[in-house]
């Protein structure tokens, strides 16, 4: 079974400043995608960025990037210029490459924004 | 352009009751999947409607299915309800069966006593 580990709780980060989130998974298939999701209070599940495993390339979004590395099963997503509006619980997800939306989730970050 | 609307937004049952949870997707996405969130916990998939029929399943036992209309829409409905339902539950859609992005609504927070 997949399994996805997020092994930091809760982060916290000053305005403006750069912060890391960690996410490993677990897989013996070589076609899959990841994703860093974020939920506000508001609950609604926002998709931050997504990454094929089958590109070498970081995905970037604006201030989001990952830093991707296949062999060690690792995923973290990186934020720049933190904004107060990046509060939020972070979670990490994996798919298999034809399980249509059935997305593993990990159990999530809480990202505090320090003004 | 609404996004995923859900509803109700809050409930309150007792052990033992039914629930119906339900769901209308974004314009244009005919994929609709749930999602169970314990306090605390990431989401864990529940199944995929799509075409009127329930395409995949999580490990989750009868209790819990679900109906896909023909405009899309979705119910889920789960019987005999536990004191462990106690969840949000999540609905996402998307533009076809194996998009790589999901539109997720607020959730529907259930309480059961």
């Known amino acids: 079974a997949q399994t996805v580990t997020q092994s930091q709780p809760e982060m916290s980060v000053q305005e403006a400043e750069t912060v890391t989130l960690s996410c490993t998974y677990d897989?013996?298939?070589?076609?899959?995608?990841l994703f860093w999701y974020k939920q506000p209070p508001s609950r609604q599940m926002i998709l931050v960025i997504r990454?094929?495993?089958?590109?070498?390339q970081n995905a970037t979004e604006n201030r989001f990037s990952v830093n991707f590395q296949k062999a060690a099963k690792s995923f973290s997503l990186k934020i720049s210029d933190s904004q107060l509006g990046d509060a939020a619980m972070y979670f990490c997800?994996?798919?298999?490459?034809?399980?249509?939306?059935?997305?593993?989730f990990g159990g999530g970050t809480r990202l505090m924004v320090k003004p | 352009d609404a996004g995923v609307t859900q509803s109700p937004t809050h409930l309150i049952k007792t052990r033992g009751q039914q629930v119906t949870l339900r769901c209308s997707p974004k314009?244009?996405?005919?994929?609709v999947s749930w999602y169970q969130q314990a306090l605390g916990q990431g989401p864990q998939f529940i199944f995929q409607?799509?075409?009127?029929?329930?395409?995949q399943r999580g490990n989750f036992p009868d209790r819990f299915s679900g109906h896909q209309f023909p405009n899309y829409s979705s119910e889920l409905n789960v019987n005999a309800l536990l004191l462990g339902d106690s969840a949000l539950y999540l609905c996402a859609s998307s533009l076809s069966p194996g998009a790589n992005v999901l539109t997720f609504g607020a959730g529907s927070r259930l309480t059961v006593l």
């Open positions: 897989t013996s298939e070589s076609d899959y995608y």
């Open positions: 409607y799509y075409e009127e029929e329930e395409r």
């Open positions: 314009s244009g996405h005919d994929t």
């Open positions: 997800a994996y798919r298999i490459g034809n399980a249509g939306n059935m997305l593993t």
């Open positions: 990454q094929e495993a089958y590109k070498q």
